[in-house]
Nanobody, 123 residues
Framework: QEHLVESGGGLAQPGGSLRLSCAAS????????MSWARQAPGKGLEWVSG????????QYADSVKGRFTISRDNAKNTLYLQMNSLKPEDTALYYC????????????????WGQGTQVTVSS
C-alpha cells in the first residue's frame, strides 16, 4: 500500500527557513514524478512544485519561485522541499503527492497524497 508521510513543518518567522521531508513507502519511489502542494486556511489546494522521477526538471509555482527548492533522494525514498525567505502567505498545510502536477484547478488529480505537515509563518 502506498504511503506518504510529511514532516518538518512548524513555526517560522518571516524571512526564515524550513525544510520539509516526505518519506515514501509501498511503491517504487524512483519511478514516479512527485510534487508538493499546499492549502492555506480558507483557500483551495495550490500546486507548489514538481520534480521528475530522476530529479530533473524541477518546476515551481510563481508564488514560490526563487525561494523554494524541491529535491529528492531516491536511495532514501524521500522528497524534500527547502523553503527560504518565508512569508506569512506561505502559511498552509503542505502535502506531498505522487505525480508531477498533482493539483489542477484546485483539485487533486489522484489519491496518492500524504496527510500533510503544517507550516506557520508569523512573527
Amino acid at each position: 500500500q502506498e504511503h506518504l508521510v510529511e514532516s518538518g513543518g512548524g513555526l517560522a518567522q518571516p524571512g526564515g527557513s524550513l525544510r520539509l521531508s516526505c518519506a515514501a513507502s509501498g511503491f517504487t519511489f524512483s519511478l514516479y514524478a512527485m510534487s508538493w502542494a499546499r492549502q492555506a486556511p480558507g483557500k483551495g489546494l495550490e500546486w507548489v512544485s514538481g520534480i521528475l522521477s530522476d530529479g530533473s526538471y524541477p518546476q515551481y509555482a510563481d508564488s514560490v519561485k526563487g525561494r523554494f527548492t524541491i529535491s529528492r533522494d531516491n536511495a532514501k525514498n524521500t522528497l524534500y522541499l527547502q523553503m527560504n525567505s518565508l512569508k506569512p502567505e506561505d502559511t498552509a498545510l503542505y502535502y506531498c503527492a505522487q505525480g508531477y502536477r498533482a493539483v489542477v484547478d484546485g483539485k487533486k488529480l489522484n489519491d496518492y497524497w500524504g496527510q500533510g505537515t503544517q507550516v506557520t509563518v508569523s512573527s
